[in-house]
């Protein structure tokens, strides 16, 4: 069964204090894996999509990079606004199926 | 531009009862999807629609769920009758790309079913 894991659940981070959250997938012959940021009460807001190993891309403090297996949000000297759910999602294998969605790192950032 | 609208943004009903959300898409997104989020099963997918046309509705839980897209701008996701459990954020989202693209979501609507 194709899945997706998030981890770590939460992360509490000190402005300014840079960290990393990661994104495991199991779905084999990957075609895209793609980041979301989700503030509370509102629906998910894409980031980024990545297609290969090695694939990096960057927004602001955010950094997104790929390998064969996972993916990593790297956010740097993050401030208060960037606290906020970030979702990782892939392509089913079944051709024609929709994205995978993980359930997410909730991350707050505090001054 | 406007965005994704589902409407209403909060549900509030009893067990039994008929609960209709409504989407509007994008305006030229020819994909349109379901999805339903909990804080147990995270974000998952009910069914999603190419050009009016239901495509993967694999998601559906069960037969008391139903969704339809009569034309390009609306869609609707209706329960009847509505179950506790079917308490959840539901929101639509559409895509000019596909299933496998980057999808532009609505704000959700909260349904609670006591």
Redesign the interface.
Known sequence: EDQVTQSPEALRLQEGESSSLNCSYTVSGLRGLFWYRQDPGKGPEFLFTLYSAGEEKEKERLKATLTKKESFLHITAPKPEDSATYLCAVPANQAGTALIFGKGTTLSVSS | DAG?IQSPRHEVTEMGQEVTLRCKPISGHDYL?W?RQTMM?????LI?FNNNVP??D?GMPEDRFSAKMPNASFSTLKIQPSEPRDSAVY?C?SSPTG??G???????SRLTVL
């Open positions: 994704v999807f999805y099963r995270g974000l998952e997918l999603y495509i993967d694999s929101f989202a299933p496998r980057e999808l532009f979501f609505g704000e959700g």
